[in-house]
């Protein structure tokens, strides 16, 4: 029984740094507390078959695309959630606050570095994917952190342009890195497209979960 409650004790530390140090953006997300009533297209199959984190092991990615408010965030911290509880190191990022960690560690000298943190985790996190469209530097920034992951790890994406639009927000035609980040991310992938039944009656996520202060005032 002691070791039993040891080996118990020594897990969930292990369990509660592997979730600090992800740094989610909702760290109380739960794949059981998704909501399938709240007026969204949502496979629950689907999610309850990836919640299974069998696509981490096969690395394959995960796209989760839809309008701001729909619960990407918390859909995607559900999922690093899961990752957590299988002992699987994970980072949640924005996209933005990459960008900027890696272009302040290219002048500090410190880039290599910078990039193994997000490079070696085997789960990462974007959030906030292509809001902006990134500059040709940024460009190279996205393609080598990709390139690095890429067939050895999974990234969840999570923007609000579908698949078929990233192209575009990657400059298209006139950028030469487009179509090497989207064939760097797009074989094999899931994706999880969250729309509205009824578009006109549509509450934001934050307000059902109760995430937005300026909703419950």
Known sequence: MLVDTKYCSRENNRLRRLIKNAGFDQPEASIMDINYTSGRKLNKSLINRLASCEFISEYRNLFITGATGCGKTYMACAFGMEACKRYYN????????????????????????????????????????????????????????????????????????????????????????????????????????????????????????GLDKTLRE
């Not at 302040?104 to 996190?125: E, F, Q």
Request: glycine share 2%; proline share 3%.
């Open 90 to 209: 994970t980072k949640y990022v924005r996209l933005t606050d990459l960008l900027i960690d890696l272009e302040i560690a290219r002048s500090d000298g410190n880039y290599r570095k910078v990039m193994a943190k997000y490079a070696n985790p085997l789960v990462l996190v974007i959030d906030e994917w292509l809001l902006l469209k990134p500059t040709a530097t940024e460009q190279k920034d996205i393609f080598e952190l990709l390139h690095r992951r890429r067939k050895r790890s999974s990234t969840i994406f999570c923007s609000q342009y579908e698949f078929e639009e990233w192209y575009d927000q990657l400059g298209g035609d006139a950028s030469p890195l487009a179509d090497a980040i989207v064939d760097r991310i797009a074989y094999d992938s899931y994706s999880i497209n969250i729309t509205s039944i009824d578009p006109e009656h549509d509450i934001s996520m934050r307000e059902v979960y």
